[in-house]
C-alpha cells in the first residue's frame, strides 16, 4: 500500500487538490459562461454542463499561466509536493522567453486539470464509498430516500459484499491520485525545467563571476606581489647597512611600513569585494588610480626618474589598469631588473591613446624571486586586450623595456 498511501503519494494527492482549487476560480467563470449559453439548463446537476465549464476553464487557466511569474510559483509547489529526484532539475525564476511561458502554461494546465478532476473526485467518492461500506451496518443508510436505488441492495449478498465494494471504491481513487501525480511528477522536470535559453543565460552568469574573480586574483597578484617584492628589497639592503648608515636604514623601515599600510588597505578592498549580490556575481573590482602614481613611485624601492603629464582626463577604468600595469612592472623590475641605473617612466596621451613605456637596467645577477610568481607580464598583456590595448616586453638598446598601450575609449563605450 506504501505506493497508494505513502509519504510521496500523500504529498502529491495534496498537491493535485491544490491544483483542483486552484482551478475553481476559472471552472466559476465557466458556468457562468454555459449558463448564458444554456439559459433552461441547471449548470451543477447536469454532468454535460459541467464538463462544458470544465473545458471553458482549461484554456483560461492556460492564459493565465503565460505571464512570467507563473513559472518560479508552479516551480515552488512542485518541488515541496511532487517528491522530484535530485537529479532532474527545475528552472529558476520567472520564464523569460516564448518557450519557458509556453511550457509553464502547459504545466499549469495540466496540474489544474489532473486536479480538478482528483479533487472532484475525492469529495464526491469518499462520502458515497463510505456510506457503501455502511449498508450492512446501518438501516437508516439503507432506508435513505436515495432516488433510482436499486431493488438488489436489499438482498443479503449485495450487503454482505457492500464493505468490499467500498474499499475497492477508494483504492481505486487513491491508485488514480497515484497515477496522475506520478504523470505530474515526470512531467515537471520537462515543463518545468530549464529551457535552452535558461541553460545558457546560467552559464553567461557563471562565466561573468568567473571573469570577475579572475579579475580580483589579478588584482591580489599585483598589488600583494608587488609589496611582497619592495619589503624584501628595503628589508635586505636594510639588513646590509644596518650598522654603517641608520638614515638609510630608517628611510627603509618607513617605506616598508608605508608599503604594507596601503597595500592592507588594498587588500581589505579586493577581500571585500569577493562577497557576492543576490545574483550571485561579485561586485567589479576598483582601486587606485593613476592620481596615486607618486605614492607608488616614491615607495616602490626602487629609484625611478618618472615623465609623464597631461593624464587628468584619462577614464576612471583606464587609469586603474595603467596604475596596475606600472606596478606590475615596477615589480618585474624589482625581481629580475639591475641595480646602480634608475627605471624610466614615461606616461603620456598620444592620439587617443595612454602610452607607457617603462626601461629598466638588465640583471647582471640572480634576481629576487617570490615564490608563486610568473604571472607579471601575461597579467599585463591580459589588462591591456580587457580595455582594446596591447603590450611589447623584451630588450631594447640595452636594457629591457615594456610599453602598454591603452585606448581612452574602452570596447563598451565604442559599442555604445
Do not use: K
Not at 466559476?28 to 451543477?44: A, H, K, N, S
Not at 516551480?75 to 511561458?101: M, S
Not at 586574483?217 to 598589488?223: F, G, P, T, V, Y
Amino acid at each position: 500500500m506504501t505506493p497508494l498511501l505513502g509519504r510521496r503519494a500523500r504529498q502529491r494527492w495534496l498537491h493535485l487538490i491544490i491544483g483542483g482549487a486552484l482551478l475553481m476560480p476559472y471552472f466559476l467563470v465557466g458556468t457562468v459562461i454555459v449558463g448564458v449559453q444554456r439559459p433552461q439548463g441547471d449548470v451543477f446537476t447536469s454532468p454535460a454542463n459541467q464538463l462544458t465549464a470544465f473545458a471553458y476553464a482549461l484554456p483560461m487557466a492556460a492564459l493565465t499561466a503565460l505571464l512570467p511569474l507563473a513559472r518560479p510559483l508552479s516551480v515552488a509547489v512542485a518541488r515541496a509536493l511532487c517528491g522530484l529526484p535530485p537529479d532532474r532539475p527545475l528552472a529558476d525564476g520567472p520564464a523569460r522567453t516564448r518557450q519557458a511561458r509556453i511550457r509553464s502554461a502547459a504545466w499549469f494546465t495540466l496540474h489544474v486539470g489532473l486536479g480538478g478532476v482528483v479533487s472532484g473526485t475525492t469529495l464526491s467518492l469518499v462520502p458515497f464509498a463510505v456510506g457503501v461500506m455502511g449498508l450492512p451496518f446501518f438501516a437508516a443508510v439503507r432506508d435513505a430516500p436515495v432516488p433510482d436505488l436499486p431493488s438488489a441492495l436489499d438482498r443479503t449478498w449485495v450487503l454482505a459484499l457492500a464493505p468490499l465494494a467500498g474499499i475497492a471504491m477508494l483504492v481505486a481513487l487513491a491508485g488514480c491520485a497515484a497515477a496522475a501525480g506520478a504523470l505530474l511528477a515526470n512531467r515537471a522536470p520537462v515543463l518545468l525545467g530549464p529551457t535552452p535559453d535558461d541553460r545558457l543565460a546560467a552559464a553567461e552568469r557563471r562565466a561573468a563571476e568567473l571573469a570577475v574573480r579572475n579579475r580580483l586574483a589579478r588584482e591580489l597578484h599585483d598589488s600583494v606581489g608587488h609589496a611582497l617584492s619592495a619589503v624584501t628589497l628595503q628589508a635586505g639592503a636594510a639588513r646590509r647597512v644596518l650598522d654603517s648608515d641608520p638614515e638609510f636604514v630608517r628611510a627603509a623601515l618607513t617605506a616598508i611600513e608605508e608599503t604594507t599600510r596601503r597595500t592592507v588597505g588594498e587588500l581589505d578592498t579586493v577581500l571585500g569585494l569577493l562577497r557576492t549580490d543576490d545574483d550571485g556575481v561579485p561586485d567589479a573590482p576598483s582601486g587606485p588610480g593613476l592620481d596615486a602614481l607618486d605614492r607608488l613611485l616614491a615607495h616602490c624601492g626602487l629609484a625611478v626618474a618618472y615623465a609623464g603629464g597631461g593624464t587628468d582626463g584619462v577614464p576612471a577604468v583606464v587609469s586603474r589598469e595603467a596604475y596596475r600595469i606600472v606596478q606590475e612592472g615596477l615589480s618585474n623590475a624589482l625581481r629580475h631588473g639591475g641595480h646602480g641605473e634608475p627605471v624610466r617612466l614615461r606616461i603620456a596621451v598620444r592620439a587617443g591613446e595612454l602610452e607607457m613605456v617603462l626601461d629598466s637596467p638588465l640583471s647582471v645577477r640572480p634576481a629576487v624571486v617570490r615564490p608563486g610568481g610568473g604571472l607579471g607580464l601575461r597579467g599585463i598583456a591580459e589588462r591591456a586586450v580587457l580595455l582594446g590595448g596591447r603590450t611589447e616586453a623584451g630588450p631594447h638598446d640595452g636594457r629591457w623595456r615594456l610599453t602598454a598601450r591603452l585606448p581612452l575609449r574602452t570596447p563598451a563605450q565604442e559599442r555604445r
